[in-house]
């Protein structure tokens, strides 16, 4: 299975932007790259993906490099509402039947 | 509408007593997952229902473990003779379409916090 690589956590203040990397070099030409997160005490919530053009949602933004090896999520003016744990995750073309492999994740902290 | 609902939300059981967990997926979803997500670790994927049926199980950690789905709808994941070690959250997630379809979002209901003493 590709694997991803998030750092452990990240800070930010709020109504700034936060960049959120992903580094996924083993990905495959069929991968999708989805991004969840999970506030406290909640299930995870679908945030945006991506194949390999760059994505804007009314949550977030999708960069993707151009040789797909890693991504960045951006959060254009973070809330306290966005403190959570972000996840960055390879979604296998057609050959995963809908299983999403989590990592640890990012901490994001905000501050007010 | 109506999002994801689990319950009970939380349960607490004693060593060797059988559990089990319900999952109300959203109205007209086809596809519903169950994973867990043990303290401070990461979420597990353990099976997913495409309708009523379950194509592959081996993500159940024990066969003391099982999952069932009727009517295309409400999913129930049953522990038997539980044991500390599945102390954890137990997560369900349905999705509109098939299964593994790669641009597919998944819903996840609230969870279940599962304490075994």
């Known amino acids: 299975d590709a694997k991803t690589t998030q750092p452990n956590s990240m800070e930010s203040n709020e109504e700034e932007p936060v960049h959120l990397p992903c580094n996924h070099s083993?990905?495959?030409?069929?991968?999708?790259i989805h991004w969840y997160r999970q506030l406290p005490s909640q299930g995870p919530e679908y945030v945006i993906h991506?194949?390999?053009s760059n994505v804007n949602n009314r949550m977030a933004s999708l960069a993707i490099a151009e040789d797909r090896k890693s991504s960045t999520l951006i959060l254009h003016r973070a809330t306290l509402r966005d403190a959570a744990v972000y996840y960055c995750?390879?979604?296998?073309?057609?050959?995963?039947?809908?299983?999403?492999?989590f990592g640890q994740g990012t901490i994001l902290t905000v501050h007010p | 509408g109506a999002g994801v609902s689990q319950s009970p939300s939380n349960k607490v059981t004693e060593k060797g007593k059988d559990v089990e967990l319900r999952c109300d997926p959203i109205?007209?979803?086809?596809?519903l997952y169950w994973y867990r997500q043990s303290l401070g670790q990461g979420l597990e994927f353990l099976i997913y229902?495409?309708?009523?049926?379950?194509?592959?199980k081996s993500g159940l950690p024990s066969d003391r473990f099982s999952a069932e789905r009727t009517g295309g709808s409400v999913s129930t994941l049953t522990i038997q003779r539980t044991q500390q070690e599945d102390s954890a959250v137990y997560l369900c997630?349905?999705?509109?379409?098939?299964?593994?379809?790669?641009?597919?979002?998944?819903?996840f209901g609230p969870g279940t916090r599962l304490t075994v003493l």
């Open positions: 229902f495409q309708g009523n049926s379950a194509p592959d």
């Open positions: 995750i390879l979604w296998y073309g057609g050959t995963s039947y809908g299983k999403l492999t």
């Open positions: 991506g194949l390999t």
């Open positions: 083993t990905i495959s030409g069929t991968d999708y």
């Open positions: 997630a349905s999705s509109l379409g098939l299964a593994g379809s790669t641009r597919d979002t998944q819903y």
């Open positions: 109205s007209g979803h086809t596809a």
